[in-house]
Structures are given as C-alpha cells and as structure tokens.
C-alpha cells in the first residue's frame, strides 16, 4: 500500500518546521548543482529562512547570474533608448573627427603643421592655394571694373549738369545785365517827381517817403525812322506810357522783413485782376503802387510770412492816410 498524498499547508510546529526546512534547503542546493554539472546550466539560487538568514548557490556567480538576469529583462522602450543613445554617441565622434580634419586642413592652407606632410600632399595644397589665388584676383578685378564704370557714368552725369547749370547761369546774367541797364537809362531819364506827406495818427500812421520810380523816358524816335512802333517794341518800352514819377511808401516799426515782397506784389497783383492796363492811366498806376506798398508795411509789422500777410480790409482802412 503506497503512501498517501501529502497535504501543504504551514507546519505550525517550530520544530518540525525548522527540521524540514534544513532538509528540504540541502536537497534544493543539491539539485541546482547537479543541474549545473550534468546540464551545463548556469544556475543561481537564493533562499531566506524565516528567521532572515541567507543561503545561496551560483554556479557562475550569485553577482554575475543576476546581472546577466537583468539584461535579459530589459523592455524594448529601454532598448530603443540606448540604440538611440549609442547611434548619437556614433555621430558625435564622426562629427569631432570632421571638425579636426577641417582645422588640419585649415592650418596647412595658413602654411602652419606642414612637417607630417609628403610630397604629394604638399603639391596637392599648392595647387589649392594656386587656385584659390586665381579666383581672389579674379574677383578683385571684376569689382574695380564694376567701380570704374559707376564712377565714368557719375562724371557724365555730373558734366551735362554742369554744362545745363553753365547755360542758365549765362541766361540768367545776361537778363540781370538788360534789366540793370534799363532802370539805369529811366533813372538818369527822370527828373520830375511827386512825394505825397501822409499824416501819422498811430504806430500804422505813414511817414512817406519817395521810394519807388515808375515810368521810362520817353521814347524819341530818330530822323529818317520809318517805323517808330517797331522800334520801340525791339527796345523793351510801352507805347504811350510817358509818366514818371515816384510813389510814396509807408513808415512802420518794423518787426520781420520776411514776406514783405510777396505781400507787395500780392497787392500789385489785386490791383491788376481788376484793371489789366494800369500803365495807360497814371492815377491807376499811382492807386496799385500805393496798395502794393500799404500790404509790404503792414506784412513787416509782425514776425512769420503767411501769419503776417494783411487782409484788403486791414490794407483799405491804412491807405486812405497814404493817399492823404
């Protein structure tokens, strides 16, 4: 009659269960040896007892069993992780030695470690310094060219301005030079003149002076002129106007002359939109002149040009003390 099934469960006798410990733990180290010897396994067994005492065996090593444990259980995610570290570590050397291949090669090119070098080698930088040579000068050529042509194009440039500028400077002198000798010719032609003596009221009141010539000398056409019109169309005078004299201006305390010639001719201006032929009526002529010269005074009366321009109103209440 064999022997029946034993149940397992915790002996509760400490006794017994320390007596049955001892000889199961001897038979669990001696099967993992001889698993190791016939099988030619590497094997490694830890048991602590229950009081926390430790038995082991290792048929290679208890420490170098469990390392070997540990890369065998390595998750794939770590194994990414160091392919991907070690792929990183691979390109960073390439890139060091990239990086000292380029600064040798950058020494040579400076004439700098040339002892390594051999023969062929150093005829290899020489021709690589040749040609590099060839091409700096080439370019250095090409941007003078470029320089030249820019500063040949600005010459031109600056000559046809020069001759332009030359052309009206020559117009301009040559018109100066007329009108200077006509009013020279009405001056020396002039002897008669009226003044006009305004009364003086305030700081506006006028204190006239004989300021402005008006007229031309009177053209006398010469014996045997057929064409007496013609002639005087050729020299610059205006048939019929045979009055002269000298128009009153107008004492103020002057303050800024800015703008002062363009309230004077806005004024002779006025006059003129409504009559277009003053010089045929010298009362006209005299009335415009007044009004040009009552608008410059008041203009100088106060600082800045548009601020200071005079409205007609301003200019009609001061003129009748002109015309006084």
Request: with cysteine; proline share 3%; net charge negative.
């Given at each position: 009659m064999g022997r029946g099934r034993v149940e397992l469960k915790r002996i509760e006798n400490k006794i017994n269960r320390q007596v049955t410990f001892s000889k199961r733990r001897n038979g669990l180290l001696k099967k993992a040896?001889?698993?190791s010897v016939l099988c030619d396994a590497e094997v490694a067994l830890i048991v602590f007892s229950?009081?926390?005492?430790?038995?082991?065996?290792?048929?290679?090593g208890v420490t170098k069993t469990l390392e070997r444990y540990q890369r065998c259980c390595i998750t794939p995610h770590e194994?990414?992780?160091?392919?991907?570290?070690?792929?990183?570590?691979?390109?960073?050397?390439?890139?060091?030695?990239?990086?000292?291949?380029?600064?040798?090669?950058?020494?040579?090119l400076l004439g700098e470690d040339l002892g390594p070098l051999n023969l062929r080698e150093l005829q290899s930088l020489e021709k690589q310094?040749?040609?590099?040579?060839?091409?700096?000068?080439?370019?250095?050529?090409?941007?003078?060219?470029?320089?030249?042509?820019?500063?040949?194009?600005?010459e031109r440039q600056l000559g046809e301005l020069n001759k332009q500028l030359k052309?009206?400077?020559?117009?301009?002198?040559?018109?100066?030079?007329?009108?200077?000798?006509?009013?020279?010719?009405?001056?020396?032609?002039?002897?008669?003149?009226?003044?006009?003596?305004?009364?003086?009221?305030?700081?506006?009141?006028?204190?006239?002076?004989?300021i402005l010539q008006i007229g031309y000398p009177h053209y006398v056409p010469a014996e045997g002129s057929?064409?007496?019109?013609?002639?005087?169309?050729?020299?610059?005078?205006?048939?019929?106007?045979?009055?002269?004299?000298r128009?009153?201006?107008?004492?103020?305390?002057?303050?800024?002359?800015?703008?002062?010639?363009?309230?004077?001719?806005?004024?002779?201006?006025?006059?003129?939109?409504?009559?277009?032929?003053?010089?045929?009526?010298?009362?006209?002529?005299?009335?415009?002149?007044?009004f040009a010269n009552s608008c410059g005074a008041i203009t100088v009366t106060e600082r800045g040009a548009i601020p200071a321009l005079p409205t007609k109103e301003a200019v009609l209440q001061i003129l009748p003390k002109v015309a006084a």
């Open positions: 040896y001889e698993l229950s009081r926390g005492k430790l038995y082991e065996f290792g048929s290679a194994n990414s992780v160091e392919c991907e570290t070690q792929s990183w570590y691979q390109e960073v050397t390439k890139l060091k030695a990239k990086y000292e291949s380029l600064q040798r090669t950058q020494r040579h310094l040749e040609g590099a040579l060839a091409q700096a000068r080439q370019r250095k050529i090409q941007i003078m060219t470029e320089q030249m042509e820019e500063l040949r194009r600005k052309i009206k400077l020559e117009a301009e002198g040559q018109s100066l030079k007329a009108i200077q000798g006509l009013w020279n010719s009405s001056a020396a032609a002039g002897n008669s003149s009226y003044t006009v003596h305004p009364s003086q009221s305030n700081a506006m009141d006028c204190e006239p002076e004989p057929s064409d007496p019109q013609n002639m005087a169309g050729e020299s610059n005078f205006i048939q019929g106007w045979e009055f002269k004299g128009v009153a201006g107008v004492k103020v305390d002057a303050v800024d002359a800015i703008g002062a010639g363009d309230a004077f001719v806005g004024g002779l201006l006025n006059s003129l939109a409504s009559d277009l032929n003053p010089y045929k009526d010298e009362k006209g002529l005299k009335e415009a002149l007044l």
